[in-house]
């Protein structure tokens, strides 16, 4: 994702790791943690901040691993959880039982109907079938009737990256009927996990087409030796809530965001259908240093996501949310 368009990079002259950020406002959104060869004691996030700060920007690491948080509590941040990412453990994958029920019925009811399971990238898709993907995202985006939103949230346009690939469910006449794409992650240059990112099917397509694409995906990876497989996270959707009067600011403003978002985008609805292929769960949280910037995060927040929100698509989301 830190490749993705719309990202600034800040490079540690000390260990030479990396951060991806974007300014928005006065803002500094980080998207995720830094990355490169970790040293002995990471030190680039409080570099970074001290970067922010000359520059007049609030530093905001979003979307960052849990097992950071105790670096900030150190630094005297602040954190939330903002979302929890899916993994899935492809070695062991398998739906036997009582609780796979949903996603068997899945498989068998896409194997009835002739449709088939399709690995492969974008430029090896025949132009008919990249026209397909084309109109089956504009349809999804039409329906929503706000803008496709960005920031941690992959498009069309990503898809045509060569490191992605992509699982199409395909039936008999060359129809595409439901498309994931995966993002990688190496380790010493050879692939090791795949996360999912784009997540579209046809409005008619039979039941259950995303749950076959999942578990074919991770048939795939368990034979190709795959270490994880993650079904990402729902932005601004978790488990771990605590009780209303417990909340803090932040809690407040980013549970508002959600309702608001969630009857358009669904990201609870997202987050409950990725449970159904009983993941471990991992808090992924965000960290400031001042509490007193909370509304400005949080209008950076939208702007991050929804850059081309109009004042009309606006005041729908603020119906939605009534």
Same mark, same amino acid.
């Given at each position: 994702m830190a490749t993705w368009p719309g990202n600034d990079y800040w490079?540690? #002259?000390?260990? %030479?790791r990396a951060i991806a950020y974007r300014v928005v406002g006065r803002v500094a959104l980080t998207t995720g943690g830094p990355f490169g060869a970790p040293p002995p004691h990471?030190?680039?996030?409080?570099?970074?901040?001290?970067f922010c700060d000359d520059n007049g920007w609030v530093p905001v690491f979003y979307s960052v691993d849990g097992s950071l948080q105790p670096l900030f509590a150190e630094m005297g941040w602040s954190t939330t959880v903002v979302a929890e990412e899916?993994?899935?453990?492809?070695q062991q994958w398998a739906t036997t039982g009582k609780k796979w029920q949903d996603v068997r019925t899945s498989i068998n009811r896409a194997e009835r109907a002739g449709i088939r399971a399709q690995w492969t990238s974008f430029a090896a898709l025949p132009l008919s079938t990249g026209v397909q993907l084309s109109d089956i995202s504009e349809e999804w985006v039409a329906?929503?009737?706000? #803008?496709?939103? %960005?920031?941690?949230?992959?498009?069309?346009?990503?898809l045509r990256d060569p490191a992605v690939r992509l699982m199409l469910a395909v039936d008999e006449n060359g129809r595409v009927e439901g498309v994931t794409s995966w993002l990688p992650s190496f380790r010493d240059g050879v692939v090791i996990g795949w996360t999912l990112d784009f997540m579209r099917r046809r409005p008619d397509s039979i039941n259950g087409v995303m749950e076959f694409l999942i578990a074919e995906s991770a048939t795939r990876m368990r034979d190709d030796g795959i270490e994880f497989m993650s079904l990402s996270a729902a932005p601004l959707a978790h488990t771990a809530g605590s009780g209303e009067g417990d909340l803090t600011g932040m809690d407040r403003i980013l549970g508002f965001l959600s309702a608001s978002l969630e009857p358009v985008y669904g990201f609870r609805s997202l987050l409950k259908f990725k449970r159904k292929f009983q993941p471990e769960l991992h808090p992924l949280l965000m960290a400031y240093p001042d509490p007193v910037q909370l509304p400005a995060i949080g209008i950076a927040l939208v702007r991050a996501y929804l850059p081309q929100l109009s004042v009309r698509q606006a005041a729908t989301l603020a119906r939605g949310r009534s």
């Open positions: 490079f540690d #002259p000390v260990d %030479g990471d030190r680039s996030i409080e570099r970074f901040a001290r899916t993994v899935i453990r492809p329906d929503k009737d706000l #803008p496709e939103m %960005g920031f941690t949230l992959g498009g069309l346009d990503e």
